[in-house]
Structures are given as structure tokens and as C-alpha cells.
Nanobody, 114 residues
Framework: QVQLGESGGGLVQAGGSLRLACAAS????????MGWYRQAPGKQRELVAV??????IYEESVKGRFTISRDNTKNTVYLQMNSLKPEDTAVYYC?????????WGQGTQVTVSS
């Protein structure tokens, strides 16, 4: 069993920054991809950013503001969020694709005040 532990959410004013981190509970993993999704109240969960072995993909509205990175030695993925906007407010979920399976973190709240 694999658990994903998230940290770094919180309350920030518009224009501010936050850094999210997500670490897998085991190091002996062959992780194909790690990423971040978010879900705002009343909306569906959506992809924010994902990093695979060779590329990164961003949702259009976060391009140029968010940066995803990964430390393979720690099986940890980070999401640096700059120039935050109120519309970025959501619960952010970490995701890891390990073999054919998807694993999810419990989510961390990000609230951006105007």
C-alpha cells in the first residue's frame, strides 16, 4: 500500500505564493508520473500539472505561474504556485501513477483572498 502525504496549503492574498509538497510513503517505487489536481466547490476535479519521466504538462490557466518539479530520490513532487488568484482557491490533491494504479493524497486546502 502507498500513501501520499501532502503539505503546504493555506491562506494567502492574491498575488502571493505557496509551495505544495507531496511525498510517497515508500521509496521502492517505480512511479510513472506524479501530479496535482484541484477541486473547487461545486466543480469537478481538474488537472493542474503533471510531471512524467520526460515532460511536464500544465493546465492552461496556470501556465507561467505554477511550476511542478520532482525529486526522484525522495519520491516527492512539488508545486510552486506564484501570482495566485482567487480562482485558484480549491482543495489540491496529489496523484501518483504507479504501474497501472492511481494513488491519491487526502488533499490540502488552498485559499486565495482578494
Amino acid at each position: 500500500q502507498v500513501q501520499l502525504g501532502e503539505s503546504g496549503g493555506g491562506l494567502v492574498q492574491a498575488g502571493g505564493s505557496l509551495r505544495l509538497a507531496c511525498a510517497a510513503s515508500r521509496s521502492d517505487l517505480n512511479i510513472n508520473a506524479m501530479g496535482w489536481y484541484r477541486q473547487a466547490p461545486g466543480k469537478q476535479r481538474e488537472l493542474v500539472a503533471v510531471i512524467t519521466r520526460g515532460e511536464t504538462i500544465y493546465e492552461e490557466s496556470v501556465k507561467g505561474r505554477f511550476t511542478i518539479s520532482r525529486d526522484n530520490t525522495k519520491n516527492t513532487v512539488y508545486l510552486q504556485m506564484n501570482s495566485l488568484k482567487p480562482e485558484d482557491t480549491a482543495v489540491y490533491y496529489c496523484n501518483a501513477m504507479i504501474g497501472p494504479k492511481n494513488f491519491w493524497g487526502q488533499g490540502t486546502q488552498v485559499t486565495v483572498s482578494s
